[in-house]
């Protein structure tokens, strides 16, 4: 007898892992059976919320704001397509998690080689990373705004979230995910509330949600951007690659009997109304942004659309629309609002985002660390450019240094359009296939539309490329394109890449494909 069998485990910082998908939290939430619709309902509900934060992080809220105050309701369609969309991915990612027992990265990986899983982990950590900075700019200015701590010093209090997240991690998953749906809410009032106050033209705005090519078209540029621009920059803060890692996994949270077709099927129902529901908030959420930037301010008013800028055009009665607006701001009590939600903004990507980088950690790599050393590690990481950023401008003024750091985290977000194709196309693929999916594959419609949204989405991230990285002001238009076109290859060439070994992949999971637990109950029965 191994004589070390009984020996309390010795937990190191890196360890192996090929388990279940976030194994401390999987299937450890009860659901009932044969219940009523809302009980049923409620007891699925949370894994939604969490994944509908990254739809409603920092990284939105300029978007959103400046596509009001440049084209007025005209992108209010865009906002609407592109939550339909996540709506869709949302569920194939849920689905797979809850059917396969595979989170999105354990699913690709099983399917794929060594060498592109590491690749792919990479790719996403510098995803998840580039949420990160939008997350410390935006925490670390509502601190400065609030408190008035000099934004070095806030930057690295954003650090000390680890903290909170321990605390979180000892509390379980369901509190966790009520805490989540709380800061939802917060983060609704504030906007529904001075949206309310603005007292906007609520027929245009429901005009702005018909689709039209104005909001695609090249020009007119105003504020420095054309309404295609405009529209790629809320796309490409709406559908996020990591925000399908982290849904495959924390859908799988629920307890059930994989031998039993009812069970699932009831999951999968029912994960779709928690994630629709969700991500319905989330679209008003974006939607009132949008409306602010045209009520609550003057058009045109807003210049600087940094987060500083906002704030201080809350204070600026100049700036707003309306006497209700001006009268209210004069309390402060709107300025004060916006910073609170941006800093329950920053507070729920943390969470999300460090579950994220276990999910693709284990799943990819096969390598597990405590969520604190990880959260420690990229918020670190990701607190460097922004440092560096802050102490470049020190000497400049109030709105260069605002531009640069807005600058950071826009520009940042390249990382979510490079990676984004490597989480659609996979999950379409493993979703559409019966061999995998079963009984539980995509309908037709499902894949029409998952095909033409994960098509569309590509090409515009591509076509947006070159007009990224001039964004970033660091080279000439010259250099800047041949650096987008070189990046376009390489997105292609790893792309094609994916598909070979997934296609591989599948053909040796057919091969050796036994039936689903659930076919094998029904056929001894």
Not at 304 to 328: C, H, Q
Request: neutral net charge; charged residues 10%.
């Amino acid at each position: 007898m191994d004589s070390t069998q009984n020996q309390p485990r010795k937990h190191k910082l890196i360890e192996y892992a090929n388990g279940k998908s976030l194994e401390e939290i999987n299937g450890s939430v009860e659901v009932p059976h044969g219940k009523g619709f809302w009980k049923t309902l409620f007891a699925y509900s949370g894994p939604g919320a969490l994944v509908a934060v990254g739809y409603m992080d920092p990284g939105n809220w300029a978007t959103s704001i400046t596509g009001g105050q440049a084209f007025q309701y005209t992108l209010m369609t865009t906002i609407l397509i592109s939550s339909l969309i996540a709506m869709l991915l949302q569920y194939m990612a849920a689905k797979l998690g809850i059917v396969s027992q595979m989170d999105l990265a354990q699913a690709i990986r099983a399917r794929t080689g060594k060498a592109l899983g590491i690749v792919l982990w990479i790719m996403t950590e510098l995803a998840i990373m580039a949420t990160d900075i939008a997350e410390v700019i935006g925490a670390a200015i509502a601190l400065y705004l609030l408190f008035h701590i000099p934004l070095v010093i806030a930057v690295f209090i954003t650090v000390l979230d680890v903290l909170l997240l321990l605390l979180l991690t000892k509390v379980g998953f369901r509190k966790i995910e009520a805490i989540v749906v709380c800061l939802i809410l917060v983060i609704l009032f504030v906007f529904v509330y001075q949206v309310l106050l603005s007292d906007p033209d609520w027929g245009a705005a429901l005009v702005g949600l018909v689709p039209s090519t104005a909001a695609v078209a090249q020009g007119p540029e105003k504020m420095g951007i054309s309404p295609l621009s405009g529209s790629l920059g809320i796309i490409g803060a709406t559908v996020m690659p990591h925000n399908l890692y982290l849904h495959s996994a924390i859908s799988q949270t629920r307890k059930l009997d994989h031998t039993k077709a009812e069970d699932i099927k009831q999951t999968v129902r029912f994960s779709a109304w928690d994630s629709n529901i969700q991500l319905t908030a989330a679209f008003f959420v974006n939607a009132l942004l949008l409306i602010m930037g045209v009520a609550v301010f003057k058009s045109g008013a807003v210049q600087d659309t940094s987060f500083f800028g906002l704030y201080e055009a809350l204070n600026n009665t100049s700036m707003l629309s309306n006497g209700v607006l001006i009268a209210v701001a004069k309390s402060g009590i709107l300025s004060t609002l916006f910073a609170v939600a941006l800093l329950a903004s920053g507070q729920n990507s943390t969470i999300t985002g460090t579950l994220t980088g276990q999910v693709i950690m284990e799943g990819f790599v096969h390598m597990r660390m405590p969520l604190w050393a990880r959260r420690l590690i990229t918020r670190l990481i990701s607190v460097v450019p922004v440092l560096i950023c802050v102490s470049m401008t020190a000497g400049e003024s109030d709105l260069q240094q605002h531009q640069a750091i807005n600058m950071l985290m826009e520009n940042s977000q390249v990382f979510l359009a490079f990676a984004l194709p490597f989480s659609m196309l996979p999950l379409l693929m493993m979703t559409n296939s019966e061999v995998e999916m079963g009984q539980f594959k995509n309908a037709t419609w499902a894949k029409v539309l998952g095909w033409l949204s994960v098509i569309v989405l590509t090409f515009l991230n591509l076509l947006n490329m070159p007009a990224t990285y001039e964004g970033f002001g660091i080279w000439s238009k010259g250099t800047a394109d041949i650096l987008a076109w070189l990046t376009i290859i390489a997105i292609l060439a790893l792309l094609a890449w994916t598909i070979y070994e997934l296609h591989k992949g599948n053909k040796r999971f057919a091969a050796e494909h036994h039936a689903h637990p659930w076919e094998t109950v029904a056929t001894a029965e």
